[in-house]
C-alpha cells in the first residue's frame, strides 16, 4: 500500500506543481498546499484518471476520506473547499478535466452543497482534537508509538514488499474470511435488536459459522460473554462487508461475496480498510477499568517488534510489555494479573488476533512480522505521523519506483540504491526499463533527469536504449546529447530545440525548489542579454511547463528586461497554441 501511495504522490507532483504555478496569478487568495491530499486521495480511492472528476467524487474525497486523514482540519475548514474550487478550475481552463468528467459548473455547484458539511466535520476533528490534547497532557497511552518516535526515525532502511505479494497475503488472512462467512450469514435485511445486535438463538447460530464453541452458562448474558463474536462483527463492518440499512437493520453489502478480491487493489484496500482492528486483540477482562488499563497492548507489542527489526522473542516481549502496563496505568499490573489468570498469558489474544490478521507468526517463542504485518505497521507508524525510511525490496523495486525514490534521497545513497538495484539486472533491459519508465509521464522533468543520469552512467551497454529513446519527444534531446557523447556515428546531432529543452526540464526543476533557486538557475544561464535571446526563441519548445515556467521568469526575475521578454514570449506560445 505504501508504494501505491507514493507512486500516486510522484505521478501526481507535476501536475500540483504547474497548480501552485497557476494559482499564483489566478487564484491568489487560494492555499493551493491543501490541495494535494484530495488529488492523492481521489487518485487512490475515486479514479485511476486523475483528470476524470464526477459529482460523485467529492463526496467520497471530502466527506467520506478527508476526515480521516486531514492533518490540519483547522487549515482545511478555512481553505479547502475554496482551493479545490480552483484547482477544478484549473484543470478545465487547462483542458485537463477528462473525458468522463462532470462539466466544470456542475462540479462547483456540488462544491457548494458540500461546503457546509465539509466544514462541519473539520470544526468536529478540531474539538476532538483539542479533546485529544487535553487527555495527552495527564498521560502517554500504552499504544503510542510518539515515545518511540526517535528510536523508529533511526531504524535501518526497512523493506516492503510489492503489491501482488502483500495482497496474495490478505487473501489467505483467517479473520477477513470470517468476517465474511459472518456477513453471509447476517443476509440481507436482519433486523437488530436495541439491547443486543443478536438474540440468544441468532448468537448460536453465528458461532456455528465462525467456529467458535458456545460458551458454558454463567452469570453472564450469552451476548456478554461472546466477545470474539463481536469483533469479528466490528470487522465485518470496518471492511464494509455490513451495511447499516437504517436504525435497526443491518445487510451483506453486495460485493462482499466476491472475497477473496481478484483485483490486488481492491484485496489491499480491503485489508487495510480493518487495519485498525488490531485494537480488538488486546485482552478484554470482566473489570472495564482493567480492560481499559491494556488498551494499546496490540499497538505496544507491534511497535517494539518493529523496533526490533521485526522479529522479537516473545519472553522479552511479555516482559517489556507486563513493565510498560505497570507504568503506564496504576491499574496496569492488576490487570496483566487478571488478564493472565483469563488468557494464561496477557500476550494469547493479542497474537491470535494479529497472526489471524496475517501480521505476525510465532515460532519457537519467536514473534516476528510477516510482509503485510511489516506493511500494517509502516502505515501505522506514518498515520502517527512519525518518520520511518520505508522503500520497496530492491528485487521487487520497479524502474519507476528506483526513480522517485532517487530523486528525494541525497546523492550518495541515490547512487547505493542505483547500484543495489542494478546488481540484480541485465544493463540493457535495466536501461530500457529507466527510459521507459521516465517517458509515462512527460510532465515530470525531475523523473526524466534522475533517469538520464542513471542509463549515462552505464556507458557504451545504453546505446541500444538511447537509440530506442529517440523516438520519444520527452527523451529525444537526452538520448540525442549522449548518443553524441558515446560518439556514435550514425547518431542524429542534438539540435538547438534539444538544448532548450534541456534546459526548460532544469528551470522546471528549479522552479519546484523556490524562487531563490530558481533565479539562481537563470543567472546561471548567461546574463540579461543572453535571457533575453533565450526567451525571444525557446517558447517555440513544445515543453509541458513552458508556459508556467515563462509565467514564472516575468515574476521572477528582478531585470524588468528579462521580465518583458518573458511576457513577449508566453503571448506567442500561447498564440501558437491557438
Given at each position: 500500500m505504501t508504494d501505491r501511495i507514493e507512486a500516486a504522490a510522484a505521478e501526481l507532483r507535476p501536475l500540483l506543481q504547474n497548480f501552485i504555478l497557476w494559482a499564483r496569478e489566478n487564484a491568489p487568495g487560494s492555499d493551493s498546499n491543501l490541495v494535494g491530499s484530495v488529488a492523492l486521495w481521489h487518485r487512490?480511492?475515486?479514479?485511476?484518471?486523475?483528470?476524470?472528476?464526477?459529482?460523485?467524487?467529492?463526496?467520497?474525497?471530502?466527506?467520506?476520506?478527508?476526515?480521516?486523514?486531514?492533518?490540519?482540519?483547522?487549515?482545511?475548514?478555512?481553505?479547502?473547499?475554496?482551493?479545490?474550487?480552483?484547482?477544478?478550475?484549473?484543470?478545465?481552463?487547462?483542458?485537463?478535466?477528462?473525458?468522463?468528467?462532470?462539466?466544470?459548473?456542475?462540479?462547483?455547484?456540488?462544491?457548494?452543497?458540500?461546503?457546509?458539511?465539509?466544514?462541519?466535520?473539520?470544526e468536529d476533528l478540531v474539538v476532538e482534537e483539542d479533546e485529544d490534547d487535553e487527555y495527552d497532557e495527564e498521560s502517554e497511552g500504552l499504544g503510542d508509538f510518539e515515545?518511540?518516535?526517535?528510536?523508529?526515525?533511526?531504524?535501518?532502511?526497512?523493506?516492503?514488499r510489492p503489491d501482488s505479494e502483500l495482497a496474495e497475503a490478505t487473501r489467505r488472512t483467517p479473520l477477513i474470511s470470517k468476517a465474511r462467512d459472518l456477513?453471509?450469514?447476517?443476509?440481507?435485511?436482519?433486523?437488530?435488536?436495541?439491547?443486543?445486535?443478536?438474540?440468544?438463538?441468532?448468537?448460536?447460530?453465528?458461532?456455528?459459522?465462525?467456529?467458535?464453541?458456545?460458551?458454558?452458562?454463567?452469570?453472564?448474558?450469552?451476548?456478554?460473554?461472546?466477545?470474539?463474536?463481536w469483533n469479528i462483527w466490528n470487522l465485518a463492518i470496518d471492511l464494509d462487508f455490513l451495511q447499516p440499512e437504517g436504525e435497526d437493520t443491518v445487510s451483506i453489502d453486495a460485493d462482499t461475496v466476491e472475497w477473496p478480491f481478484e483485483e490486488d487493489d481492491d484485496a489491499l484496500d480491503a485489508w487495510m480498510a480493518g487495519l485498525h482492528s488490531i485494537d480488538y486483540g488486546d485482552p478484554e477482562l470482566a473489570d472495564e477499568e482493567a480492560t481499559i488499563a491494556l488498551s494499546g497492548l496490540t499497538r505496544a507489542l507491534l511497535v517494539r517488534?518493529?523496533?526490533?527489526?521485526?522479529?522479537?522473542?516473545?519472553?522479552?516481549?511479555?516482559?517489556?510489555?507486563?513493565?510498560?502496563?505497570?507504568?503506564?496505568?496504576?491499574?496496569?499490573?492488576?490487570?496483566?494479573?487478571?488478564?493472565?489468570?483469563?488468557?494464561?498469558d496477557p500476550l494469547n489474544p493479542v497474537l491470535d488476533w494479529l497472526a489471524g490478521y496475517g501480521m505476525v507468526e510465532v515460532e519457537h517463542d519467536q514473534v516476528r512480522l510477516t510482509p503485510l504485518g511489516m506493511e500494517g505497521v509502516v502505515h501505522l507508524v506514518d498515520e502517527a505521523d512519525i518518520e520511518l525510511d520505508a522503500r520497496p525490496?530492491?528485487?521487487?523495486?520497479?524502474?519507476?519506483?528506483?526513480?522517485?525514490?532517487?530523486?528525494?534521497?541525497?546523492?550518495?545513497?541515490?547512487?547505493?540504491?542505483?547500484?543495489?538495484?542494478?546488481?540484480?539486472?541485465?544493463?540493457?533491459?535495466?536501461?530500457?526499463?529507466?527510459?521507459?519508465?521516465?517517458?509515462?509521464?512527460?510532465?515530470n522533468?525531475?523523473?526524466?533527469?534522475?533517469?538520464?543520469?542513471?542509463?549515462?552512467?552505464?556507458?557504451?551497454?545504453?546505446?541500444?536504449?538511447?537509440?530506442?529513446?529517440?523516438?520519444?519527444?520527452?527523451?529525444?534531446?537526452?538520448?540525442?546529447?549522449?548518443?553524441?557523447?558515446?560518439?556514435?556515428?550514425?547518431?542524429?546531432?542534438?539540435?538547438?530545440?534539444?538544448?532548450?529543452?534541456?534546459?526548460?526540464?532544469?528551470?522546471?526543476?528549479?522552479?519546484?525548489?523556490?524562487?531563490?533557486e530558481f533565479v539562481s538557475s537563470l543567472d546561471d544561464i548567461g546574463n540579461v542579454p543572453n535571457l533575453v535571446s533565450l526567451l525571444e526563441v525557446i517558447w517555440k519548445v513544445p515543453h509541458?511547463?513552458?508556459?508556467?515556467?515563462?509565467?514564472?521568469?516575468?515574476?521572477?526575475?528582478?531585470?524588468?528586461?528579462?521580465?518583458?521578454?518573458?511576457?513577449?514570449?508566453?503571448f506567442k506560445a500561447r498564440s501558437g497554441q491557438n
Open positions: 487512490l480511492i475515486a479514479s485511476d484518471d486523475v483528470g476524470r472528476w464526477r459529482q460523485s467524487d467529492l463526496r467520497t474525497v471530502l466527506l467520506d476520506r478527508m476526515p480521516q486523514v486531514v492533518e490540519d482540519p483547522d487549515a482545511a475548514a478555512d481553505g479547502m473547499v475554496p482551493a479545490v474550487r480552483a484547482y477544478l478550475t484549473f484543470l478545465s481552463e487547462s483542458d485537463r478535466l477528462a473525458k468522463g468528467s462532470a462539466p466544470l459548473g456542475d462540479l462547483l455547484a456540488e462544491l457548494d452543497r458540500l461546503e457546509d458539511d465539509f466544514v462541519d466535520a473539520m515515545p518511540f518516535a526517535d528510536e523508529l526515525s533511526e531504524l535501518p532502511t526497512i523493506r516492503l456477513a453471509i450469514w447476517v443476509g440481507s435485511e436482519r433486523r437488530v435488536g436495541e439491547t443486543s445486535l443478536l438474540d440468544d438463538t441468532e448468537i448460536t447460530e453465528a458461532l456455528a459459522v465462525l467456529g467458535i464453541p458456545l460458551p458454558e452458562k454463567g452469570d453472564k448474558s450469552l451476548a456478554d460473554s461472546v466477545p470474539a463474536l517488534v518493529l523496533l526490533a527489526t521485526g522479529s522479537k522473542p516473545l519472553a522479552e516481549l511479555r516482559t517489556e510489555l507486563a513493565e510498560a502496563a505497570a507504568e503506564y496505568d496504576d491499574l496496569g499490573a492488576e490487570a496483566w494479573a487478571a488478564a493472565t489468570a483469563q488468557y494464561g525490496a530492491i528485487d521487487a523495486m520497479t524502474a519507476l519506483d528506483l526513480l522517485s525514490f532517487g530523486s528525494e534521497l541525497p546523492e550518495e545513497e541515490a547512487d547505493a540504491e542505483f547500484e543495489a538495484w542494478m546488481e540484480l539486472r541485465a544493463p540493457e533491459q535495466a536501461a530500457r526499463d529507466l527510459l521507459e519508465a521516465a517517458a509515462e509521464d512527460d510532465a522533468a525531475l523523473i526524466r533527469v534522475q533517469a538520464a543520469s542513471m542509463v549515462g552512467s552505464l556507458g557504451e551497454v545504453a546505446i541500444p536504449a538511447w537509440r530506442e529513446a529517440l523516438d520519444e519527444p520527452s527523451l529525444r534531446p537526452y538520448a540525442a546529447t549522449h548518443l553524441a557523447q558515446l560518439g556514435v556515428e550514425d547518431a542524429p546531432t542534438p539540435t538547438q530545440a534539444d538544448t532548450h529543452w534541456l534546459i526548460l526540464d532544469m528551470l522546471t526543476i528549479s522552479a519546484g525548489l523556490g524562487r531563490p509541458p511547463h513552458l508556459e508556467e515556467l515563462l509565467e514564472a521568469i516575468g515574476k521572477a526575475h528582478p531585470d524588468k528586461q528579462v521580465g518583458k521578454a518573458a511576457k513577449r514570449a508566453l
